[in-house]
Nanobody, 116 residues
Framework: QVQLVESGGGSVQPGGSLRLSCAAS????????MRWYRQAPGKERELVAGISPTGGNTNYADNVKGRFTISRDNVKNTVYLQMNSLKPEDTAVYYCNGHRFTVDYWGQGTQVTVSS
């Protein structure tokens, strides 16, 4: 059974940091690209960051470049999103996604709230 379980969300003040984790099981993690998406209330889900199967390539949305870092551990079957200098507009539910060809797996999401 495929599972993607996100953790690490919470509430933080502007300028703060959070580290999200996504633990994967039930599929061959090391051959999947992994991505973080987010969805704010009333908005469409947007791609935040992605990482290739080996971790050699990463990409970021323009509005998080320089603040967020995606990484993965193919031994622990886990992908991370380090989020620094958080802004109120980063408030959203963050979802972990595993992608390979036409296959997509999704986690249930973790809430991130940035507010003073």
């Amino acid at each position: 059974q495929v599972q993607l379980v996100e953790s690490g969300g919470g509430s933080v003040q502007p300028g703060g940091s959070l580290r999200l984790s996504c633990a994967a099981s039930g599929f061959t993690f090391s051959v999947y690209s992994m991505r973080w998406y987010r969805q704010a209330p009333g908005k469409e889900r947007e791609l935040v960051a992605g990482i290739s199967p080996t971790g050699g390539n990463t990409n970021y949305a323009d509005n998080v470049k320089g603040r967020f870092t995606i990484s993965r551990d193919n031994v622990k079957n886990t992908v991370y999103l380090q989020m620094n200098s958080l802004k109120p507009e980063d408030t959203a539910v963050y979802y972990c996604n595993g992608h390979r060809f036409t296959v997509d797996y999704w986690g249930q999401g973790t809430q991130v709230t940035v507010s003073s």
